[in-house]
């Protein structure tokens, strides 16, 4: 298998990364830091049952330069059997106090740079009549957080809308449409967060490799805890949804 992975010079992209080419799918990296893709690269490809690893630098706010770097990096791989958009950032200041740059910064990468991506995905995709979207959300996009994770929670919720509706537009077809939504994760987004319920990177990539192959419409990760916290944050008070921040 072919797999795109965005947002893969750390956390949950660079664990996907390692699973899959370990065990021997062939990788397409991207991601801004390229120098980390290098050393990634040269870790992976010298490892017996290595897939081929092919990298490319993505910033996925440079709106004109995705679609080429998505292009150049499936060429190489020599296809696309499934795409994982996963580029995301996590700042975030309560809005009005200053500090709109953090908010549009993380609305523009993880809504605006998703939409993107997806568009020159699908183009692929729609042009071979089949193909594996993954789009990377979270818990919580399941509700509206308060504070500094307004719009961070607005962008995931985003993500999850814009997977909804492609998969409505693609049902019954060959193009399939999965939205993961990680609960708290040990990656640098989550680095502040004090709570038990957080996972270890190495327990959140499992589970998220794991969820993705089944190829289910959406699935919440690590599953326990967060699927029935998923559907209880739908419903719950806003009481519960301050304390999650």
Do not use: C
């Amino acid at each position: 298998m072919r797999i795109l992975i965005t947002g893969a010079s750390s956390g949950l992209g660079e664990g996907m990364a390692r699973t899959y080419a370990e065990r021997g799918e062939d990788v397409g990296l991207l991601a801004r830091r390229l120098d980390r893709l290098e050393a990634l690269r040269a870790e992976l490809t010298p490892l017996p049952d290595a897939g081929a690893v092919e990298i490319g630098r993505l910033d996925v706010t440079d709106f004109d330069a995705v679609p080429v770097a998505i292009a150049d990096v499936v060429e190489r791989l020599g296809g696309l059997d499934r795409a994982i958009v996963n580029a995301g950032i996590g700042k975030g200041a309560p809005l009005g106090t200053g500090k709109a740059h953090a908010n549009l910064e993380t609305i523009q990468t993880n809504l605006t740079g998703a939409v993107a991506q997806v568009e020159a995905v699908l183009e692929v995709f729609r042009a071979q009549g089949r193909g594996h979207l993954v789009l990377i959300s979270s818990i919580a996009g399941q509700r509206g957080m308060s504070k500094a994770q307004a719009a961070y929670s607005a962008s995931k919720a985003g993500v999850t809308a814009l997977g909804e509706g492609l998969q409505a537009e693609f049902a019954g077809s060959d193009i399939r449409v999965t939205v993961i939504k990680p609960g708290f994760i040990d990656t640098d987004i989550n680095k502040d967060v004090k709570t038990s319920m957080k996972s270890s990177l190495d327990a959140g990539v499992k589970a998220l490799v794991k969820a993705i192959d089944r190829e289910p419409k959406e699935a919440a990760v690590p599953s326990w805890p967060w699927t029935p916290l998923g559907a209880v944050l739908r419903h719950a008070p806003d009481e519960l949804t301050r304390r999650l921040v």
